[in-house]
């Protein structure tokens, strides 16, 4: 019923996610989830494709290298932060992520029961 009732937000985002750039509709990434058995997470892709991962890596390194004893990522001040204007992402990409509407498709997971 919740991906019925959201299916005009999928729509709308899914035409927005072509016109601004080429790529899937979807990002797939693997991870693990209850008892250890990993599941397909899908969101929608925020980013463009075959993008150069150093300056994330480099900026991540760098968080880690800095991250003080106190910072042990707690609500108020979590680990890693993300990217501040990172480039890899698109316009539409920067809108779906500040509102988590990137997120809608894990719902396909939560109707699967995964």
């Given at each position: ?33 209850m ?6 997470m ?6 463009y ?11 991540m ?5 800095n ?5 042990q ?21 920067r ?20």
């Amino acid at each position: 019923m919740i991906i019925i009732g959201s299916a005009p937000i999928w729509a709308t985002v899914m035409i927005m996610l072509k016109l601004d750039s080429k790529g899937p509709l979807f990002y797939l990434q693997e991870r693990v989830g209850m008892d250890g058995r990993p599941f397909g997470m899908y969101k929608f892709r925020s980013m463009y494709i075959n993008q150069d991962v150093s300056k994330h890596r480099e900026i991540m390194a760098a968080a880690i290298k800095n991250a003080s004893a106190a910072n042990q990522g707690d609500d108020d001040r979590p680990v890693f932060g993300k990217v501040k204007d990172d480039p890899r992402i698109t316009r539409v990409g920067r809108f779906i992520r500040k509102y988590s509407i990137d997120e809608l498709p894990q719902l396909i997971n939560v109707v699967r029961g995964k």
